[in-house]
């Protein structure tokens, strides 16, 4: 690292929460809902109104403090050309000082290390923890020379715009795979009989902490392993399952699973991605393929589009956590449809589902890419050279 880069606290180069005066009630507001996940650029969903909450103007930087917001990288810039705007109290608000890029600050605040001594900040209660501003102010940041952040800002820009294309192009192909599942499902007008009928399905296997140990201990699938993009694999826990009970619960590849409790009806299919027994708790339900009467791709395809068209939500009961239940998961109705059709007709959708698999593992990879890049420019550890400069595409 240059002698030229200063080793410092966030609130000593950034004002962090300013104290804005009041906003007229025309002002832009940002709710937590107008910052994408991982995005650059906050959008607004109206006026303020009579709304209280932060103060920020064009090129503040907003952070979630609450989880799972935080968590899940709620992190943006307001646009330029916002102006002074309002926002939801759940933000913190970073405004550069003098000799320090906005945009520099973003992408420091989005990287990996930023990220997580953040969330290691937080305090209060479950499922209600937040990191104050004052506590954000003291993370510690490396500012390097004012050239060196343009250049750092500049790479970053390409990256991040990159993924904002390739994100419009899985929206797309996710948008095309939805009609074709609503084609096929929602304007079938045939005869149809209940779930549990055409497919064999089950609720998974209740769990307590007795069971976290014993002398059968498999992985098993919970409702958080079970996303849009697919099974989730990297934080598989485990419980005891005697062998009665492996046989009952244990999956086999092309099982459909579905979430019964939380986020309801998020459905994937198992692929047997991980040797042995591998069972699944009672936040899922398996539904298998009946050979006479149905295929491992027409239970996955109905069940998502299921999710899409809002049968399984209008199913669902609870306050706080919604619930399938399993009673009204196996009496929904299932069109009726040969197997020797199924497999026909699926095949356009799962086709696109195919190539939206294949586009958010691009994604995937160049998030990943981006992690390492930033990680390493930030710290110095990788410098690009002066000549560059002749490169820069605007930046301020």
Same mark, same amino acid.
């Given at each position: ?5 200063? @080793? ?7 004002? $962090? !929460? ?26 607004? #969903? ?11 103007? /064009?090129?503040? $930087?907003? $952070? ?26 759940? *933000? ?7 000799? &320090? ?34 506590? *954000? ?30 994100? &419009?192009?899985?929206? #797309? &192909?996710? /948008? ?6 609503? @084609? ?23 769990? #307590? ?20 993009? /697919? ?24 099982? $459909?699973?579905? &979430? ?10 198992? @692929? ?23 295929? !491992? ?12 068209? /809002? ?63 930033? #990680? ?21």
């Amino acid at each position: 690292m240059s002698e030229e880069w200063i @080793e410092t606290k966030l609130g000593n180069i950034a004002i $962090v !929460s300013p104290k804005d005066p009041p906003l007229p009630e025309n002002a832009p507001f940002i709710t937590m809902a107008d910052v994408d996940e991982w995005g650059v650029w906050a959008a607004q #969903s109206g006026p303020k109104g009579s709304r209280g909450g932060i103060r920020a103007q /064009g090129s503040d $930087v907003l $952070v979630a403090r609450i989880t799972p917001c935080l968590e899940n990288g709620k992190i943006a810039m307001v646009p330029r050309d916002f102006g002074a705007v309002g926002g939801s109290t759940e *933000f913190i608000v970073i405004r550069a000082d003098e000799g &320090v890029l906005p945009e520099f600050l973003f992408r420091w605040a989005t990287s990996q290390a930023t990220h997580s001594a953040a969330i290691g900040l937080m305090t209060g209660t479950t499922g209600r923890q937040r990191v104050s501003g004052k506590d *954000f102010a003291e993370l510690p940041i490396t500012l390097p020379p004012l050239a060196v952040q343009r250049r750092i800002v500049d790479l970053m820009a390409h990256l991040d715009n990159h993924l904002a294309n390739m994100a &419009v192009d899985v929206n #797309s &192909v996710l /948008g095309l795979t939805r009609a074709m599942r609503d @084609e096929l499902f929602g304007s079938f007008d045939g005869p149809s009989v209940p779930a549990s009928q055409m497919f064999d399905m089950l609720l998974g296997r209740q769990k #307590s902490e007795r069971q976290s140990v014993g002398d059968y201990v498999c992985p098993y699938l919970r409702a958080a392993n079970i996303g849009e993009e /697919g099974l989730r694999l990297n934080d598989v826990q485990t419980m005891n399952f005697e062998p009665h009970e492996q046989q009952k619960y244990g999956l086999v590849p092309d099982d $459909v699973l579905i &979430v019964e409790g939380g986020s309801v009806g998020l459905a994937a299919r198992w @692929e047997g991605a991980i040797l042995g027994t591998v069972g699944f708790d009672k936040h899922v339900i398996r539904l298998r393929a009946r050979p006479e009467l149905s295929s !491992s791709e027409y239970g996955l395809q109905w069940a998502k589009w299921c999710r899409e068209a /809002g049968v399984f939500e209008a199913q669902a009961t609870g306050i706080t956590i919604k619930a399938l239940g399993f009673g009204r998961a196996s009496a929904l109705p299932v069109p009726v449809i040969p197997l020797s059709e199924q497999e026909r007709l699926t095949a356009p959708s799962a086709g696109a589902e195919r190539c939206l698999q294949l586009l958010r593992s691009e994604v995937k990879s160049l998030q990943s890419l981006r992690t390492s890049m930033l #990680s390493l420019l930030l710290s110095g550890d990788i410098v690009i050279p002066d000549s560059y400069d002749s490169l820069l595409s605007g930046v301020a």
